[in-house]
């Protein structure tokens, strides 16, 4: 980690190498709505090597500075959480807030998909919830107190959270996670479509795949309804959008809320969406707003999940 902030220190203090206007440029490969840049006079021969060096160098430092910036928080082995299992719902987005966290700090973990229906998986735990994570036997639970002590246990002399970050984190689970909801389970198409991919992921039989997708798709298209009466929502997408564009104007300019890196705010926007990002509901909220281009700058800080297959699990 101390490498990792020296090198932050340093792309900060040869930021001045690097104009917006270029970054912007060097990006518009990857975004794809860059402005062509305005003609310029062709070099003589005498300076055309040099300025084929400056971009290289350009170039070459730049990609080094963002690939900095965005690289995973990756913790000393001392500081690993050991025997890490995650009892979830592929798309529950309280799980997937736990599950960011523990990606984005290439924490180990496994995962145990829990039926919806029948939640045979957690018989043994007093709390009937998910998210539940083990941790060495000990079990966490709620997403939010989970983040908290891991985040404690991995950062002792750390203030879990500043200000802006405890604001925006509890918006996270006190309003955008509520206009999730009436959204992903909208239509009786987009609820079966978002279940079809939970009977997918989980380690159901046949039966049970049958159960979850239809059964599971019709509960939550009327509990769907019933949040939407709860939370006085009467546009499903006008909420979603809103909701984006709130916290892209949080962003103010900055890659990040954190700034230069994501924090636990970030990381809780970042999952609590992650699990309609490609569903028709995830698809119209990036087309509508501005918020895909911090999606994908999380997507590529947060990098490949850190979950165990199940193939590789020693007991």
Not at 79 to 96: K, T
Not at 298 to 314: H, K, L, N, T
Request: proline share 6%; aromatic share 10%; charged share 25%.
């Amino acid at each position: 980690m101390r490498s990792l902030r020296a090198a932050r220190t340093l792309l900060a203090s040869r930021s001045s190498l690097l104009s917006s206007r270029a970054l912007h440029a060097a990006a518009a490969g990857r975004w794809g709505n860059a402005p062509p840049p305005p003609p310029t006079p062709c070099p003589g021969p005498s300076s055309r090597a040099g300025i084929a060096g400056a971009v290289s160098f350009s170039l070459t430092f730049a990609t080094v500075a963002v690939a900095e910036v965005q690289a995973k928080e990756r913790l000393p082995t001392d500081l690993l959480p050991r025997n890490v299992v995650l009892y979830q719902y592929q798309a529950c987005p309280f799980c997937n807030k736990v599950r960011a966290f523990l990606d984005y700090h290439d924490i180990p973990y496994k995962v145990v998909e829990v039926n919806p229906l029948s939640k045979k998986e957690i018989k043994w735990s007093e709390y009937k919830k998910v998210p539940i994570l083990t941790v060495d036997g000990e079990h966490l639970v709620d997403s939010t107190d989970i983040i908290n002590i891991l985040q404690h246990r991995i950062s002792p002399d750390d203030e879990v959270t500043n200000e802006e970050e405890t604001k925006w984190r509890k918006w996270v689970d006190e309003h955008l996670v509520h206009v999730l909801s009436p959204n992903i389970y909208r239509t009786t198409s987009e609820a079966l479509e978002s279940f079809d991919y939970i009977a997918k992921t989980g380690n159901f039989s046949y039966t049970e795949r049958f159960a979850v997708k239809y059964a599971g798709a019709a509960a939550m298209y009327f509990v769907a309804k019933k949040l939407k009466k709860k939370y006085n929502i009467t546009d499903e997408r006008a909420s979603l959008y809103d909701a984006a564009n709130t916290w892209t104007e949080a962003l103010n300019g900055r890659n990040f809320l954190g700034g230069s890196k994501p924090n636990l705010a970030d990381l809780a926007a970042f999952g609590v969406l992650r699990p309609i990002r490609y569903l028709q509901s995830g698809k119209d909220m990036v087309e509508h707003t501005q918020i895909g281009e911090w999606y994908q700058r999380m997507e590529d800080a947060v990098g490949e999940p850190s979950r165990i297959p199940e193939g590789q699990y020693q007991e």
